[in-house]
């Protein structure tokens, strides 16, 4: 495996709400009588089955509660053995399937203020991805402007499966406040469950939602790129998180032919998709889907032209490698640094 170096930016880790009642205390009085009196007790989504194996790596798991809700666990297991400068926390919680505005508001707020307190606050190595109500895109701009005035939140985080397609000239009020603080938005793997997670319906196995995020990332790609986003908003970054990365040039490939075909009923796109993702569009190295061997890695990366697109991630506490290999075979020690250290600081301006 090629050998990690100090000092990287781990762009994806998740830390665990341990259960509804942590957000208590970051609730206001009416919603946390909400909460008590509704006799809400947790909200879990099903994009990471919490006894599934690829939740966490069995020596990352602990023995009691969820992977991930430790933060002496999170320090131990990643942050010294990487020895990383920075990792960025992307709270996976259910606040984005709540279908009321103001609850998902609150809730969002609280466990940004969770965040703040329980993590960041406790370790200077952290920093944040700010959770938005995406429901209200009004809310989700109050959210991002008041969080941003903490310059630890270098980030705004939305699901990769929500209720529209994310190109949507309703949503670019959110890209606007973001492009203005210098937050890039992180697209996660993940669904709100308001719609079926794959094109055809509902599934019978979580294989099938899983594997199908790959599909929800290209169509929501299509949709920034079609719609305009980065002709209104040019220094906008956006990150792919958990997209693997084995799709991107067959599917640029496709993209960039009908594109050419069929540019007359976009003519704001006015740059080739692959010009797009170079400038504005980048990629978490876990889960890596591709093939193992050094050569067929050598080639992707050919085949993506560009040595810009990927940022380093380990997912923790989710199981994507085992003991310390955390990067593929057959990288060169110059890429590394790339993926590691450079790639991150150019797409992150908030990172010092």
Excluded at 118 to 126: I, M, Q, T
Excluded at 293 to 304: A, G, K, N, V, Y
Aim: charged share 20%.
């Amino acid at each position: 495996m090629a050998s990690l170096i100090a000092g990287g930016i781990d762009c994806d880790v998740h830390p665990a709400v341990p259960h509804l009642t942590s957000l208590l205390p970051y609730l206001n009085d009416y919603w946390r009588d909400q909460v008590t009196t509704r006799g809400m007790v947790d909200l879990i989504s099903q994009s990471y089955p919490q006894n599934s194996p690829i939740n966490a790596r069995p020596d990352w798991r602990p023995e009691t509660g969820k992977p991930g809700e430790s933060l002496s666990d999170m320090q131990r297991h990643v942050l010294d053995p990487f020895q990383l400068k920075h990792a960025i926390c992307n709270p996976l919680y259910g606040v984005q399937m709540v279908f009321s505005e103001d609850l998902q508001a609150a809730f969002c707020r609280a466990l940004n203020e969770w965040l703040v307190k329980e993590w960041l606050d406790r370790d200077s190595r952290l920093r944040g991805s700010i959770v938005i109500p995406t429901q209200s895109v009004e809310k989700a701009v109050a959210e991002i402007e008041r969080c941003a005035e903490d310059r630890r939140f270098v980030q705004v985080l939305m699901l990769v499966m929500g209720d529209t397609p994310l190109g949507k000239r309703a949503l670019w009020p959110i890209y606007e406040a973001a492009e203005r603080l210098d937050l890039p938005i992180g697209i996660h793997a993940g669904s709100a469950y308001h719609n079926p997670p794959t094109a055809v319906g509902w599934g019978s196995y979580h294989i099938e939602d899983y594997v199908g995020q790959a599909q929800a990332f290209q169509t929501q790609l299509t949709s920034l790129i079609v719609e305009g986003v980065f002709a209104k908003y040019p220094r906008l970054k956006m990150v792919m998180l958990e997209s693997g990365v084995s799709w991107i040039a067959p599917y640029l490939w496709r993209l960039h032919k009908f594109w050419r075909g069929v540019r007359m009923e976009t003519p704001w796109v006015d740059r080739a998709p692959l010009e797009l993702v170079r400038s504005n569009i980048r990629f978490s190295l876990q889960p890596f889907d591709a093939p193992p061997e050094p050569e067929t890695l050598i080639r992707l990366f050919e085949h993506m032209q560009s040595d810009e697109l990927v940022l380093f991630s380990t997912d923790y506490p989710h199981w994507q490698f085992d003991d310390q290999d955390a990067l593929p075979e057959g990288l060169s020690p110059d890429l590394v640094r790339k993926i590691m250290i450079d790639n991150p600081h150019a797409t992150y301006p908030r990172l010092t």
